[in-house]
């Protein structure tokens, strides 16, 4: 089960650790430094201007075009005929690849045509696509005009995609008439369409890849991706030079509320720490081949799908396909040996999938994994057992790595380009290159090591991470600033040990993670409340052997309504494929239960952490502001039932 990879260089742990410590007291030089990777129109002669504290400007006279970064500057020094993208999708059977200067004909052609279609320098542009080269061309066409992407994922369904049009005001949406997943085809034109039709705000145009597997129903407004494309239909772009501050993409991610948060990414911070990161953590140089099995529609695959592997001039793989049943367990193996991949990044609930399927690993026997050096892993906890499995199956260092799409790459990893460092199961490395990471106690005081707290990086962040949201800086200062003055609160929970690993032990808000997927109570909760029967309804995250975490409801009905087992059954598919086509698929929602009341604090606060730590059999934290514990006691039955 082992193969033949050349092992990773070890790194000292105090020499990391010293460089790591002058990346936070020297941020200036460490980052001046590392933006020297970076072809700038206007050399930044400022790095980091504090003056707007607590926001943060990187590089604030900077001035560059991340598209020129990402494909123009590698065809001008030699690698025009080097592979920039291959796209395999084992779900249609299809296979095509992209020098770098074919990708660049595409995107400065869909730059082009964005332009003539009226998108201007930091108009906004939403993409809600599937996992094809399109998605791609489509982002780095918007960075190559100065326009702001928005990508959707496309498990999201209308209200999601509605909440985001409304929000990031559109000039024009680009997407598909269908996505492929292994069992059916999702049409994505009528929940555009329905998307649209709930929002406020139109887009003046909307652009639609058809696909051979459903042809979508064109109205007035759409455009058809293949006729805009045509070879001289319309000039292509040049690069528009933006300011390093100027935003690159907006990307939404869920909170507590249904109301999602619009993570604004700048340009030049983003590109120069993800160029850093691409070599320094993940250990690719540049026409090296990388893939990373997340989604565009996910911040991992923002950064490590399109932006740092191009950034780097190395080669990236775009996969319209699942771990499993697409053919088999085997489908990352025969990638890593079709393509060369030196090194994947995917996440835990992947693996776990895998080791269902195929417990012994017995399917990497028909494939040669010489190439592959790192499995990377992120997007929920990494559990010892997965990277035990892994590790032994691969022979190859499994990585866990921790970051959230408001920092854009990791806050902690170990960092596999400068050096391996001792793996510690369970943890998720130290912190890398400028985070500051604490753990603080209820007070805001750090707490020893060993001791679990709150996990908060002090200010400023580096760079890449996000400098606020999306036309809300008041919601940025209040979600993620106000708890503990001066630092970021990430949300999460954990310790740091002696040796300054960071374990993550989970979220301290009410935020769900399945599969890897970051959702919102709040929006599980808006769907279910929306049925007429419902009078109130909470919403927790329960353990999962595979996904790490599904949600599950609890409903109270109206007075007046009542129902026999059938009429309760009916109501409890009703509600789940309400949340289906509210939320989406990835929500998993698969058990509801109704009950006669919701325990609370005498101020009204559902507790929903209470009802997670019964459900999840750990030790339950009643608190003294309960209102009537007698609530509690009556779900503890229906809370230990396993879903
Ligand atoms: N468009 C439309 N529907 C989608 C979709 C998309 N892009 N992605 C997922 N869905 C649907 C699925 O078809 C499924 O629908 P179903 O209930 O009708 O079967 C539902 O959403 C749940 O999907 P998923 O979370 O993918 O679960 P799964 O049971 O189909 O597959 C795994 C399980 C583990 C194979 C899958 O979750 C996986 O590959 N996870 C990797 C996680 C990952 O990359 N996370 C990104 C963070 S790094
Ligand atoms: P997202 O913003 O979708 O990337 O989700 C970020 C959240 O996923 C974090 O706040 C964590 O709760 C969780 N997460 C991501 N990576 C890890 C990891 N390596 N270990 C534990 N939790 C993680």
Redesign the pocket.
């Known amino acids: 089960m082992s193969n033949s990879a050349r092992p990773a260089p070890t790194a000292d742990p105090a020499a990391y650790r010293d460089l790591i410590a002058g990346s936070v007291r020297d941020p200036e030089e460490f980052w001046g430094a590392a933006a020297r990777d970076i072809d700038w129109i206007r050399r930044p002669q400022t790095v980091l201007d504090s003056s707007r504290a607590p926001f943060y400007d990187w590089f604030p006279d900077g001035v560059l075009n991340v598209c020129y970064n990402a494909l123009d500057r590698h065809v001008v020094h030699g690698r025009a005929d080097q592979t920039a993208l291959i796209y395999d999708s084992p779900v249609t059977g299809t296979q095509r690849s992209y020098t770098y200067a074919e990708l660049l004909d595409q995107v400065a052609r869909f730059a082009g045509v964005l332009r003539n279609l009226g998108v201007a320098k930091g108009d906004r542009v939403v993409i809600y696509l ?2 094809i080269p399109e998605a791609v061309i489509s982002m780095l066409a918007c960075a190559r005009i100065g326009a702001v992407h928005s990508v959707v ?3 999201f369904a209308p209200a999601e995609l509605a909440a985001r049009i409304e929000d990031a005001e559109p000039t024009v949406i680009v997407s598909a008439s269908c ?1 492929v ?4 085809i ?1 049409e994505y034109k009528p929940m555009l369409d329905e998307a649209i039709e709930r929002s406020s705000h139109k887009p003046a145009h909307t652009v639609i890849v058809q696909r051979e597997q459903a042809t979508a129903q064109m109205g007035e407004r759409d455009l058809d991706w293949k006729t805009l494309m045509k070879p001289d239909a319309i000039p292509t772009a040049e690069c528009v030079p933006v300011q390093s501050t100027d935003p690159l993409y907006i990307l939404y991610t869920s909170g507590t509320t249904g109301k999602p948060k619009g993570i604004v990414r700048d340009s030049g911070g983003y590109a120069t720490a993800l160029r850093w990161s691409m070599t320094n953590l993940y250990g690719v140089q540049p026409g090296e081949t990388w893939f990373c ?3 565009v ?2 911040v ?1 695959g923002h950064t490590y799908i399109v932006y740092a592997p191009l950034l780097t001039g190395a080669t990236t793989v775009l996969f319209e396909g ?4 697409t053919p088999d367990a085997g489908a990352y193996w025969r990638l890593i040996q079709e393509h060369g991949i030196v090194a994947a990044f ?2 835990p ?2 693996i ?2 895998i080791k269902k399927v195929d417990p012994d690993a017995k399917l990497l026997a028909d494939y040669d994994l010489s190439s592959l050096r790192t499995l990377f892993l ?2 929920e906890r990494l559990d010892p057992d997965t990277w035990q499995w892994a590790t032994d199956a691969l022979g190859v260092p499994v990585i866990d790595n921790w970051w959230q799409t408001e920092t854009g790459w990791p806050i902690t990893i170990n960092p596999m380009g400068i050096g391996a460092l001792p793996i510690k199961p369970g943890s998720s490395g130290p912190a890398t290159a400028g985070y500051d990471v604490q753990v603080l106690d209820p007070t805001g005081t750090p707490v020893a090591p060993g001791v679990e707290g709150a996990i908060c990086i002090r200010q400023p962040l580096p760079p890449g991470t996000l400098p606020t949201l999306w036309r809300d800086d008041e919601r940025y200062v209040d979600s993620y600033l106000s708890a503990f003055p001066g630092y970021y609160l990430s949300g999460d929970g954990g310790y740091v040990d002696e040796d300054g690993y960071v374990f993550i032990m989970g979220r301290t808000d009410d935020v769900l993670n ?4 970051r959702l919102s109570t709040g929006s599980i909760e808006e769907a279910l409340a929306g049925h007429p029967s419902v009078a109130e309804c909470a919403v927790i995250g329960v353990r999962d052997a ?2 790490g975490q599904v949600p599950r409801a609890l409903v109270v009905l109206k007075a007046g309504i009542e129902s026999d087992a059938e009429g309760e059954q009916a109501l409890q598919a009703e509600l789940i494929q309400r949340v289906r086509s509210e939320v ?3 929500a ?1 929602l698969n058990r509801v239960d109704v009950v006669d009341a919701l325990p609370k604090t005498r101020s009204g606060k559902i507790l929903r952490k209470t009802m997670r730590q019964i459900a999840d059999g750990d030790e339950a934290l009643v608190p003294s502001t309960i209102e009537d514990v007698t609530v509690l006691d009556g779900l503890r039955g229906v809370l230990e039932a396993q879903a």
């Open positions: 599937p996992m994922f496309g498990g996505g997943e292994p069992t059916r999702v099995g997340s989604d529609g996910w991992v699942k771990p499993v049943g995917s996440a609930t992947a776990r999938a992120a997007g399945v599969a890897g997927h595979l996904k989406g698929a990835v998993a």
